[in-house]
């Protein structure tokens, strides 16, 4: 172990040393062992009788091992050397040679503090400590091996001033040499590489196939898979505590990179992060364009802290899902929605949506009511749905579900709705039912027939943000520190945002096919995006199969209907048209709802000889120029990339290039020498770059020294979330504890066992003391047989 702690001492002491360390040096020159790396003491100094005991000590009758090596590699007295880090290098390097490991041993500092003296042995020397017993099976290495190399200051260098060459061991094979301790080191761009693949959800042991592939064999790696989890584990204790600050330090430099970044961290009283919101530039561009309906959600178990992850969605102009903002949040109390939604609303160009649609939360409720009051706050029908069959009771749903799909479905207008509701509720006598009145009461927040007034994209539910969250969580696991989780969101996110790009150049290089040879369907094809314009071919391609009768018409309106064509039953829809405003809307309501004109509008118009759909029809948000306005704070173009290319690209360049010299070289002894200077001349040339640095660095792939340490933010706290608490349970296992059997009574799905059958339990003490003498009996017959 070192030895740094001790006293220093003065320049005069050394000189003592230095001699003391060359009058230990034996005057005769160790033998050169044959190939097996061995020689006796005996081949050296004289050996005592043999019908003596031998009195000497115990190592000076073992064997010394003295490594084969060339003589250039091997350290001589008075060898110089710049700086320890040289000569550490350089013994090391004999060390592969010779087939053993080093470890520093000890260290002595001066009255200035800068080291006087360094001895490096061998990592057989010494002998183990006695230590409490531990789990791990780790054979004993130490063997009081003496070989060591000692190195003393003279001025500005280090001179060599002890060398023992024999080792009391036998020395390691070149085939097993890349096995010790020493010989096995991550590399700052292999560790850079690992944080890479890490990002890409490539586990470790994966990981190491790659470099294994990459080098030829895990003998070529330059360290084993050990190492790759020991220095993740050390990485990890490295952030331990400073994740918030690291987190905080990310987003600055984002934002350095683009001005448009925008982000938040709230504290409490003992300056722990509780909250964090952030957007980057391309959400808060999507708000401007997509941010008229939004989708609002949490979701738990993506990072170890178990913060809330809050993201906003919205839906682009292909019908994908976009991100519009996200947060970490420490509760799900309503200051919390408030800030968070505060917040958003700050970073977001423009004013408010028009709608937003999350689930029944009632702290969500009256943070929207607060923070946004005059944005429409539309309940997931989903959610809603999902529980009449557990409020109702399984056979009164089942009894009564298609009448109440129809009810909720197929109503188009308030009063039809109310009308089925009463019908329904008075047939299956559920009119004291608490939870169906609540419902009738929030009727105008998630029945359609209340709602499809107002624009929503096509969405009812908050189903698209559950699609969502299953998705990034292919990418983040409850395992991520917060800057992991950013790391690897950032990954998913750009594949969302790289199929929207994939999306808007299908629309730039590929036309439709037509189904029909009329003007309007060409016209739309060029305006609206693929995905909105198939949905509009539907439409368009059915009007011939209806038939539209003017009902009534007076100076400012007209009424007309609208029924399909030789089928019975087909429902009527009702075409109104105001003449002082000039606008058609049908009772399907349709347009309002999804922003494309049904099928209805559109028999309409031909009927009356309109062959262009008026631009009032034509939402900008579906067409291929929807993302053409600009910004109202100018966020300006894409962020500036600080590296033209990631250092995997760069990486896996390098290596190909070098492999394919190689490969040509390798067959002719000029053209490989030719090779080797030039790898060693780069290798010199990075070196003096290295030094020519002023803070000496590496790489410029760092993590702070600092780590964040100004911001005195501290991590948060473990959250428990209001539904982690609770298990969901499968259809199968549902299904199988329905069909679960008593073997007392003998009936199926019972929620009883044999251990508590209630029938079993209320036989009378007089029936069970009988079967007891029976049994009794019987025993006492097979005794005597």
């Known amino acids: 172990m070192s030895a740094i702690g001790r006293l220093p001492i003065s320049s005069s002491q050394f000189d003592k040393m230095e001699e003391q360390d060359r009058s230990n040096i034996d005057p005769t020159p160790m033998f050169r062992a044959p190939p097996s790396r061995m020689q006796s003491l005996e081949d050296i100094a004289v050996s005592p009788s043999p019908s003596q005991p031998c009195q000497s000590s115990v190592n000076s009758c073992q064997e010394i091992y003295t490594p084969q090596v060339k003589n250039d590699v091997i350290p001589k007295i008075d060898q110089e050397f710049v700086n320890l880090d040289d000569v550490l290098k350089f013994y090391n390097d004999y060390a592969r040679e010779a087939g053993f490991s080093v470890r520093i041993n000890s260290s002595r500092l001066g009255e200035n503090g800068k080291v006087m003296r360094k001895e490096y042995v061998c990592f057989k020397e010494g002998e183990r400590r006695n230590s409490k017993a531990t789990s791990r099976r780790r054979g004993l290495t130490r063997e009081r091996c003496g070989a060591k190399l000692a190195v003393v200051r003279k001025g500005e260098v280090f001179v060599v001033s ?12 070149p085939r097993k040499v890349h096995l010790l301790k020493s010989h096995r080191r991550v590399s700052a761009a292999q560790k850079a590489l690992t944080q890479q693949l890490s990002a890409a959800n490539v586990p470790t042991y994966q990981q190491m196939s790659i470099f294994e592939l990459q080098a030829g064999g895990i003998e070529n790696v330059g360290f084993l898979p050990r190492d790759l989890y020991n220095d993740k584990r050390d990485t990890k204790n490295v952030v331990h505590g400073h994740d918030a600050n690291i987190l905080y330090e990310h987003f600055e430099i984002e934002q350095q990179k683009n001005p448009g970044f925008r982000f938040t961290f709230e504290r409490d009283d003992k300056d722990r992060m509780t909250h964090c919101f952030w957007a980057d530039a391309t959400s808060r561009k999507s708000y401007q364009y997509f941010g008229d309906v939004v989708v ?4 738990y178990y993506t990072n170890k802290y178990s913060l809330i992850f809050a993201p906003i969605l919205g839906v682009n102009h292909h019908r994908q899902t976009t991100l519009l903002g996200c947060a970490f949040l420490s509760d799900e109390k309503t200051d ?67 009448e109440l799909k129809k009810c909720i479905w197929n109503s188009e207008t308030p009063g039809e709705f109310d009308a089925r509701w009463a019908a329904i509720v008075g047939n299956s006598k559920l009119s004291n039912n608490k939870w169906l009145q609540d419902m009738y009461e929030i009727r105008d927040r998630w029945v359609p027939a209340y709602t499809n007034h107002m624009f929503s994209a096509h969405m009812t539910s908050s189903q698209r943000a559950e699609i969502s969250h299953s998705f990034f969580k292919r990418y983040v696991s409850k395992e991520n520190s917060m800057m992991d989780f950013v790391t690897r969101f950032n990954r998913a996110l750009a594949k969302i945002r790289h199929n929207e ?31 909105i314009f198939e949905r509009f071919q539907e439409e368009i391609f059915q009007i011939n ?80 120029t929807a993302k053409a306005g600009r910004v109202m704070d100018d966020l300006g173009s ?17 290596f190909q290039l070098a492999c394919t010299v190689i490969d040509d070289a390798v067959l002719d002894e000029e053209e490989s020498e030719v090779v080797r200077e030039a790898l060693e001349s780069s290798q010199k040339k990075i070196a003096l770059m290295r030094s020519s640095r002023k803070d000496g660095s590496t790489s410029r792939i760092q993590v ?82």
């Open 501 to 531: 790009l994939d999306f808007d150049h299908k629309d730039v290089n590929e036309k439709p096919l037509l189904k029909t040879s009329w003007a309007m369907e060409k016209k739309m094809s060029e305006i609206y995006t693929r995905t």
């Open 545 to 624: 199969a209806y038939v539209v009768t003017l009902i009534r018409e007076n100076e400012h309106w007209c009424l007309w209907n609208v029924q399909r064509e030789e089928m019975e039953g087909a429902r009527i829809r009702e075409i109104s048209v105001d003449k002082s405003l000039n606008r058609v809307s049908c009772s399907c309501k349709m347009f309002e709802f999804d922003g494309i004109p049904c099928r209805h509008l559109l028999a309409y118009l031909f009927r009356i000889q309109i062959r262009e759909l008026p631009t009032k029809y034509i939402l900008q948000r579906w067409t291929k």
């Open 162 to 173: 002890k060398f023992v060459e024999g080792h009391n061991h036998e020395l390691t094979t």
């Open 704 to 785: 702070p020294s600092s780590l964040g340490s100004q911001h005195c933010l501290k991590e948060p706290l473990q959250v428990r979330a209001k539904g982690c608490g609770k298990r969901l349970k499968g259809g199968k296992e549902k299904a199988v504890k329905q069909r679960r059997k008593c073997n007392g009574c003998g009936l199926t799905g019972q929620l009883h066992d044999k251990r508590n059958c209630p029938k079993l339990m209320n036989m009378s003490s007089q029936d069970v003391r009988l079967s007891d003498d029976e049994d009794d009996d019987e025993d006492d017959v097979d005794d005597e047989l």
């Open 336 to 402: 919390s929605f408030v800030w968070f939604f505060n917040e958003w609303l700050k970073a977001m160009p423009g004013g408010p949506p028009k709608m937003i649609i999350t689930d029944q939360d009632p702290a969500m409720t009256r943070a929207i009511a607060s923070a946004l009051p005059n944005t429409f706050h539309r309940y997931c029908i989903w959610h809603i749905v999902s529980k009449f069959s557990e409020k109702l009771g399984g056979l009164l749903y089942k009894e009564h579900y298609d």
């Open 296 to 299: 609002f959600d949490t979701t």
């Open 638 to 654: 894409g962020v500036k990339e600080i590296c033209n290319s990631s250092l995997l690209v760069r990486r896996q360049g390098l």
